[in-house]
């Protein structure tokens, strides 16, 4: 896997930038001061601000997995299956296709030196060599006998969440079930890992809003992380702090050793469906359309974003300096990621967004505002 760090790389610039050359009439859009007087209307704009391009359109219902591996962005659509696209070259078709309606999670990694696709297809886990023909997710498949909900790989283990509250600890190495325990009475929603001294840890999500502390080795739960009213569908953790966003509308940082709520964020407006850490800013998004990117250390709000076609945000993944969103509708977007750009509604409402055509379309479609004096 690729690190997800800051660093700003060509490929990252080719990828956004062909996005953006497509978005913007030439030479436009350095003739707008949003800090100072603008120089032009909005209505001049109106032929990019009516596009809701993104850098992978299409109609395939939720996004629910995005991975970068080796210049490779995997799109994981839960009722379509999962499409791989180039981020080192301007298309916008996929290199692959792979069909499925009963998609639930997916991840990619390099197995015995081949990318593989590894997926929770239904009751399945299936494993899918991305050189081998035909190219169907299940060439290789293990009945779990109950649905596969998440899915989560520590070097050559993966462990699987279960509907039943189990996990299953799946040696890809030897290609086998090697451990299966209960951890709760509810279908697991998603794990993240964590560290406690020389213990491999599991972060898990049960439905009904708490979150589990397992010893990844003896299974051996440790502790439980309360605080969330609903489900938690995403986690993250860096270092001694765990990130959730829940269908609760809120963000809790827990501190993973004691078990303490150490923040929670309300600025989200109904479900929040995605978390992203990445180093030192934390990416929220949801129902309400906005990436939000907070500092970590101050834990304040810096900026803010539209994810792919100004959609509900399904998946947020920063990759290099890029901001990966996908959308329920099946959209990618990919936008060049800048925490230090505030772009500053001054309509009320505060926002400073990272992105400046992000800011016109707040204008446009939250301000109703079609020209600026
Ligand atoms: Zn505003």
Request: net charge neutral.
């Amino acid at each position: 896997m690729p690190d997800s760090g800051s660093v700003r790389t060509e490929d990252a610039l080719i990828a956004s930038r062909s996005y953006e050359s497509g978005k913007h009439k030439e030479g436009k859009s350095s003739s707008y001061n949003f800090d100072g007087k603008a120089q032009e209307t909005l209505a001049d704009t109106h032929l990019d601000l009516d596009r809701k391009m993104s850098r992978f359109p299409g109609n395939y219902g939720p996004v629910i997995e995005l991975q970068v591996l080796e210049g490779s962005l995997y799109v994981a659509y839960s009722s379509f299956g999962v499409q791989i696209f180039s981020l080192l070259d301007t298309s916008s078709e996929a290199m692959a296709r792979y069909s499925s309606s009963c998609l639930h999670c997916m991840t990619v990694a390099k197995l015995k030196g081949c990318t593989t696709l590894v997926t929770g297809l239904g009751g399945k886990l299936s494993f899918c060599d991305t050189q081998k023909q035909p190219r169907e997710l299940d060439q290789v498949s293990f009945d779990m006998g109950t649905p596969v909900k998440c899915l989560l790989m520590l070097e050559h283990i993966i462990y699987v969440g279960l509907a039943t509250g189990e996990i299953s600890v799946f040696d890809t190495k030897k290609m086998t079930e090697t451990d299966r325990f209960i951890c709760c009475d509810h279908p697991i929603h998603c794990l993240a890992p964590a560290q406690e001294g020389s213990s491999k840890l599991l972060c898990v999500s049960s439905q009904d809003g708490t979150i589990l502390i397992v010893n990844a080795h003896t299974s051996l739960p440790l502790r439980i992380l309360t605080g969330h009213t609903k489900t938690s569908f995403s986690l993250q953790v860096d270092g001694p702090f765990v990130y959730s966003g829940s269908g609760d509308s809120c963000v809790i940082i827990h501190n993973l050793h004691t078990g303490v709520v150490e923040h929670s964020i309300h600025d989200n407006q109904g479900l929040v469906k995605t978390v992203c850490y990445n180093n030192g800013f934390l990416f929220t998004g949801g129902m309400d359309r906005l990436v939000r990117c907070y500092d970590t250390k101050t834990r304040k709000l810096v900026q803010v974003y539209y994810g792919a076609e100004r959609g509900v945000i399904t998946k947020i993944f920063v990759y290099n300096n890029m901001l990966i969103t996908g959308n329920i509708t099946g959209a990618v977007d990919c936008v060049e990621l800048d925490v230090k750009a505030k772009h500053r509604c001054h309509k009320g409402c505060k926002l400073k967004f990272g992105n400046r055509s992000h800011l016109f379309w707040h204008l446009l479609e939250d301000h109703n505002i079609t020209t600026m004096t």
